[in-house]
């Protein structure tokens, strides 16, 4: 099992305020969409990062900017612009940190340019 944290403040952020709308009542059908997702990648990432549902897989161009390995998974597939998240193994052993939360890129060899990612955090989930 692996410790999952947020990359701050972006990723941090962004749970955080779907976990308070969800929990308000407030959250619209996009946001809780979302919400689940997110839950659900992070729990297939927590008990094994190269679950098939997930499609892992390096991102080289965004590993050679950031200078270490940034990993790709899926959220959704088959639908447009399905979304991705964008994770690291670390800070430390047996911890991944999500960095990152992108439509798939339309553009595949320059899309990655445009994909910014979250430091890594210390928020654990």
């Not at 407030?26 to 689940?36: D, G, I, P, Q, S």
């Not at 553009?107 to 990655?112: R, T």
Request: a neutral charge; one cysteine or more; charged letters at 30%.
């Amino acid at each position: 099992m692996f410790e999952i944290h947020l990359g701050v403040p972006e990723m941090e952020e962004l749970w955080k305020s779907l976990q308070k709308r969800h929990q308000d009542g407030t959250a619209t059908k996009e946001e809780e969409k979302l919400r689940r997702r997110m839950g659900k990648a992070m729990a297939f990432l927590s008990d094994n990062p190269r679950h098939p549902g997930l499609h892992s897989h390096e991102i080289s161009s965004l590993t050679a900017r950031y200078g270490q390995k940034v990993w790709e998974s899926y959220l959704e597939n088959d639908t447009p612009k399905a979304g991705r998240i964008f994770w690291c193994y670390g800070p430390g052993k047996g911890d991944i940190t999500i960095v990152g939360l992108e439509p798939h890129p339309e553009d595949k060899s320059n899309g990655y340019r445009k994909v910014t990612l979250s430091s890594m955090g210390k928020e654990t989930i």
